[in-house]
């Protein structure tokens, strides 16, 4: 057996898949301790504003707040598909507009780019048929979500045509159609 160090954070009996998905909270804590938060949305924030240029502090989460929040039972965490109850529990009591309190949960750049969104998938829904029915596994699926076949060309476009070498500085549609 290997030695459990710094190095082999993997191969700990913490990370088994059947301990750590076995429930809701236990596959809550994972994400806490190991996923998201640590592994990829802090470290996105910072590559995207330096990338940038720009100098961003992403709020800090400390042990006290860790563990206060930890003791918030979980349906006031998630409950159905509703989720962050106690936050929008606590904003209702403040002067925020309930329009803004209530409202739902976008993903990132609907939020804050909608129109853009809006017109750039209008353009390219007429291909996006086209486009899914390129992937015969994935077709009836893709047929329902044209993002997502939209999305699946173009990462193959980037990454697999030509070993995605030499796209660097092609534009969107000449990604999109270089095949």
């Known amino acids: 057996v290997e030695a459990q160090g710094a190095a082999q954070p993997?191969?700990?009996?913490?990370?088994?898949?059947?301990?750590?998905?076995?429930d809701l909270t236990s596959t809550l804590q994972f994400e806490m301790d190991h996923g998201q938060l640590t592994n990829f949305q802090l470290r996105l924030v910072d590559r995207h504003s330096m990338a940038h240029g720009l100098e961003v502090r992403v709020p800090f989460l400390?042990?006290?707040h860790r563990q206060a929040s930890s003791?918030?039972?979980l349906d006031w965490r998630?409950?159905?598909?509703?989720?962050?109850?106690?936050?929008?529990?606590a904003a209702a009591l403040t002067d925020l507009p309930k329009s803004i309190v209530n409202r739902p949960k976008l993903p990132a750049g609907t939020a804050t780019t909608p129109t853009l969104l809006n017109e750039l998938m209008t353009e390219l829904m007429p291909h996006a048929n086209e486009w899914a029915a390129c992937y015969p596994k994935l077709e009836r699926i893709l047929k329902t979500q044209p993002d997502m076949a939209i999305g699946l060309r173009l990462f193959e476009s980037l990454h697999i045509i030509d070993g995605g070498l030499g796209r660097e500085n092609k534009g969107l549609w000449d990604l999109l159609e270089d095949f």
Do not use: F
């Open 10 to 22: 993997w191969r700990g009996k913490k990370h088994n898949p059947t301990e750590i998905y076995s």
């Open 62 to 64: 400390g042990a006290a």
């Open 71 to 73: 003791t918030i039972p």
């Open 78 to 89: 998630v409950r159905g598909q509703q989720e962050k109850l106690a936050l929008r529990a």
